[in-house]
């Protein structure tokens, strides 16, 4: 009978039995979940439930509203209100956008500006990316010990809690520059002929420092991703004749998505947004967006800075928007 | 001869796969990553390294290399004493920005560490607008600094106050620390035993006694990260704050020393004394964390046991009626 039959058909019956079964006990117990709970007294939700979360709550988010929300707001309405000698009256405009916009400004320095720190930004999002990566995955593949891993994720980590600014002087005067380390250091091994000027106060130098300054924020989200890699899967891809790359490509990517896409939008906006290492690295001879704005309020042009700083931001999100698109962090998380 | 005896004895593929994994062999792939790994270590921390080797200069000692001897400390002294060497130095002003700079820190460190467990406590139930909050939290971590610093000036102004560094720059910068402690927190949560606190008020605690017994003794690492997150990021700060302060704090006075008419060592002393300061606070606090986190398995033990054995259940305090 087995050998007349096709043989497909009754495994597929039998699946679906379990399934089915399976389902069925899994709504089971997420029905009686709440019974039970509300049997135990719901312990959790008995002390008072909203008022209690809502005392906890209120302080703080009443200090983000006031120092985080209120400016944001702030800029938004400012970049609408008039210009004064000393500052800005609530007469509405649009003119500070007008002259952001106007036609024969559409190549002015703001949004020179504008293009390169974006270019920045896309080339530190890259390159931490393809930097970072391998410095992850070493930790979480390569270091046996948890504890292993960990202290060398923290010697790693640390530079991340000093300042950027003292970094950013690290990098501008001792290393880089016409005579710093790195030219003398590669005149000694006769590489190149005579110093690069290349090196110093440049906008390639600020964003080398960028990599430098912001890898971290791509590395410890993928650290943290690698590390939950189920390493059955991996074994399992390798039984199944899956060489490194299709393991990496079919396994190991779509897992660390979200990680990828954590540590981009991080890099991505705040690099966008520099100030202090365009100032510092830069030296007046390399702007950016930041420097730009600081220009203007040092002129006392509020309203222009705060329209400049709203496309600042219309920049930020379309950028945070299109790489969200990678992966859904919602589900993934 | 049964049929599994009879597979045991025959050589089956996946047992001839499986040996060859066992067989020892060096794998390249660790070492080159690990060759990487140094690498990276060296770019991370090169440029600090040569700061610091510059600020151990003598006299005529330059910003860049050679490094011109001999080895002293003559730039370090500069930063505290006001004339070394026949030279006027800039230590008044940066001993002023260093004690503004450590007051507003410690403060920052309190704010964020209050603000991110009360915080985090709200969120361990799910509630209303839970989201809405959580989006909040991450805008206060991608909210570029520079943009914050000028809202909230243009805020004030709007308010007609100025600017300055108790204000307005402590509640920028506390706001670049809470998402970070929060997160710290949020972790902390995750593994944290909701039973033990219904232990609690199951034995007779209410809810001020288990909160100041069972759950602040469990948790407070955590809120020390968070406060430590608060120190270093405004100890550091300068997008957040160049805007809003006209008093230098030390990050302002490094920039300051920068745009000096000549640049000197003293601005490496400076800079590789701050870096240390930073350094010492974060490897003394994961030591006590370590060592705290090695003598909890025994603590909580002996713990379950008084309150089992011992019946250290204080009647005093049990509700009488029900």
Redesign the interface.
């Known amino acids: 009978m087995s050998s007349s039959s096709p043989p497909e058909q009754p495994d597929i019956d039998v699946t679906e039995l379990e399934i089915d079964v399976a389902e069925l006990e899994e709504a089971e117990l997420l029905g009686a979940a709440p019974r039970v709970e509300r049997a135990l007294g719901d312990?959790?939700?008995r002390?008072g439930?909203?008022w209690v979360?809502?005392a906890?709550?209120l302080?703080?988010?009443v200090?983000?509203?006031?120092?985080?929300?209120?400016?944001?707001?702030?800029?938004v309405?400012?970049s609408f209100w008039t210009r004064t000698d000393t500052?800005?009256v609530r007469h509405w405009t649009l003119s500070n956008y007008g002259v952001l916009l106007h036609p024969f400004n559409l190549d002015n320095s703001y949004w020179k500006n504008m293009e390169t720190s974006f270019v920045t930004s896309v080339i530190a999002v890259a390159a931490c990316l393809v930097?970072g990566f391998?410095?992850a995955?070493?930790?979480a593949f390569?270091v046996q010990k948890l504890q292993n891993q960990i202290a060398?994720f923290?010697?790693?980590l640390?530079?991340f809690?000093?300042?950027?600014?003292?970094?950013s002087?690290?990098?501008a005067?001792?290393?880089m520059?016409r005579?710093?380390?790195l030219n003398?250091f590669l005149l000694k091994l006769h590489i190149v002929s005579q110093p690069v000027s290349a090196f110093g106060f440049s906008q390639l130098s600020v964003r080398l420092a960028m990599i430098?300054l912001y890898?971290l924020f791509m590395v410890t989200p993928l650290f943290f991703l690698l590390g939950q890699v189920d390493r059955h899967a991996l074994e399992a891809a390798r039984?199944l004749g899956g060489n490194w790359w299709r393991t990496f490509r079919e396994v190991i990517l779509p897992q660390t998505m979200p990680g990828i896409v954590i540590g981009s939008?991080?890099i991505f906006?705040?690099t966008?947004?520099?100030?202090?290492t365009v100032?510092?690295i830069g030296q007046g001879a390399v702007s950016s967006v930041?420097t730009y704005?600081?220009q203007l309020?040092l002129g006392i042009q509020?309203p222009q800075?705060?329209a400049a700083?709203v496309f600042?931001?219309i920049a930020?999100l379309a950028g945070?928007f299109v790489i969200t698109r990678f992966a859904n962090l919602r589900e993934e998380l | 001869m049964t049929a599994a005896a009879e597979a045991a004895t025959t050589a089956r593929p996946q047992d001839r796969v499986i040996k060859r994994q066992l067989k020892p062999k060096r794998d390249w792939a660790k070492w080159g990553l690990g060759a990487y790994f140094v690498l990276f270590l060296v770019f991370l921390y090169a440029p600090m390294i040569l700061m610091a080797m510059l600020s151990f200069q003598g006299y005529y000692g330059g910003v860049t290399f050679p490094f011109r001897g001999p080895t002293s400390v003559f730039w370090w002294k500069s930063i505290f004493e006001t004339q070394v060497g026949g030279i006027f130095t800039h230590a008044d002003e940066i001993g002023a920005a260093g004690r503004r700079s450590l007051w507003v820190s410690l403060a920052a460190g309190a704010v964020v560490a209050f603000f991110s467990f009360t915080i985090s406590m709200a969120f361990r139930r799910r509630f209303r607008g839970d989201g809405i909050a959580f989006y909040v939290i991450m805008l206060a971590l991608m909210t570029p600094g520079f943009l914050l610093g000028l809202g909230t000036q243009l805020l004030w102004k709007a308010m007609g106050f100025n600017t300055g560094l108790w204000l307005t720059a402590l509640g920028a910068n506390t706001v670049w620390g809470i998402p970070f402690g929060f997160l710290v927190m949020l972790a902390v949560w995750n593994r944290y035993d909701d039973h033990i606190e219904e232990a609690a008020r199951d034995l007779g605690a209410n809810l001020a006694r288990t909160f100041r017994e069972v759950t602040l003794p469990l948790v407070w690492t955590g809120v020390f990260g968070a406060a430590l997150f608060g120190f270093t990021l405004t100890w550091n700060d300068f997008d957040r704050t160049v805007l809003l302060v006209l008093d230098n704090t030390l990050p302002l006075e490094i920039v300051g020393l920068i745009q000096a008419s000549a640049i000197r060592p003293d601005l490496y002393a400076l800079g590789t004394a701050t870096t240390l300061v930073t350094l010492a606070l974060i490897f003394s606090v994961l030591i006590v964390v370590t060592v705290r986190l090695r003598l909890r398995g025994r603590r909580v033990e002996r713990v379950e046991e008084e309150l089992g054995l011992e019946g250290a259940i204080d009647v005093a305090a049990a509700p009488t009626s029900s």
């Not at chain 1, 200090?63 to 702030?74: D, Q």
């Not at chain 1, 809690?161 to 970094?167: A, D, H, N, P």
């Open positions: 312990v959790r939700g002390k439930g909203g979360t809502l906890w709550g302080p703080g988010f200090w983000l509203g006031f120092y985080l929300v209120a400016p944001l707001v702030f800029i309405l400012v500052g800005f930097f391998p410095v995955y070493f930790l390569k060398l923290i010697i790693a640390a530079p809690w000093t300042s950027f600014l003292t970094r002087v690290a990098w005067y001792p290393l520059g005579e710093g380390a003398q430098q890898i039984d939008i991080f906006v705040l966008m947004g520099e100030y202090g100032t510092v930041g704005i600081q309020v509020y800075g705060a700083a600042l931001v930020l945070v």
